[in-house]
């Protein structure tokens, strides 16, 4: 429960005039009287809770709704473990639209320093707030013995897995200083 509080209490919140919501931001008010409003900047992924479970929170008795939790985005190669090296990114597109190729080039990538204690590397994953999108084309290139790069690629054979590519490679590249550049 603690965790719950920090999330709901910690996140930047401001108030929200000729609004009605309940005293709590992303919670559902279960009477029909106005309550003063809050709103916050925080987006992401809605979750149901049936709040019967919890102790009430600052007095409020009955009180359901939804509460948003956002996904850094993040690419991974061992499940549950981020890749804290940058890629570059190279994008083809076929004529019509129909189909793409994402091709991610990692040089000296961190998961060759924790792979012998966390494990193999067993595919591609973007993580995101809409889920998960991976691949098993990855390759691992070596130099002197040595594993120096790790090239990854991620094929869209339809324009809406391409869309949910670019939604993905958005957020990514927001939080991680990257911009696109055509060439």
């Given at each position: 429960m603690a965790t719950v509080h920090s999330l709901l209490f910690s996140s930047p919140i401001s108030r929200c005039p000729n609004r009605k919501h309940s005293h709590f931001p992303g919670f559902a008010?279960?009477?029909?009287?106005?309550?003063?409003?809050?709103?916050?900047?925080?987006?992401?992924?809605?979750?149901?809770?049936?709040?019967?479970?919890?102790?009430?929170?600052?007095?409020?008795?009955?009180?359901a709704g939804a509460i948003k939790m956002m996904a850094k985005p993040a690419i991974q190669f061992i499940q549950g473990t981020d890749e804290q090296t940058i890629p570059d990114v190279r994008l083809t597109k076929s004529r019509d639209g129909t189909n793409g190729m994402a091709i991610f080039t990692f040089e000296q990538p961190s998961v060759f320093d924790s792979s012998s204690e966390l494990g193999d590397i067993t595919g591609f994953y973007m993580i995101d707030e809409e889920g998960v999108l991976q691949s098993v084309d990855v390759s691992a290139k070596f130099v002197n013995g040595k594993p120096a790069k790790i090239e990854a690629k991620y094929v869209m054979r339809t324009p809406r897995d391409w869309d949910r590519f670019m939604r993905f490679m958005e957020r990514y590249s927001n939080a991680n200083g990257l911009q696109f550049v055509k060439n």
């Open positions: 008010s279960s009477s029909s009287v106005p309550a003063q409003s809050l709103c916050s900047s925080f987006s992401g992924q809605t979750l149901r809770l049936n709040c019967s479970r919890w102790a009430p929170l600052r007095g409020a008795s009955h009180m």
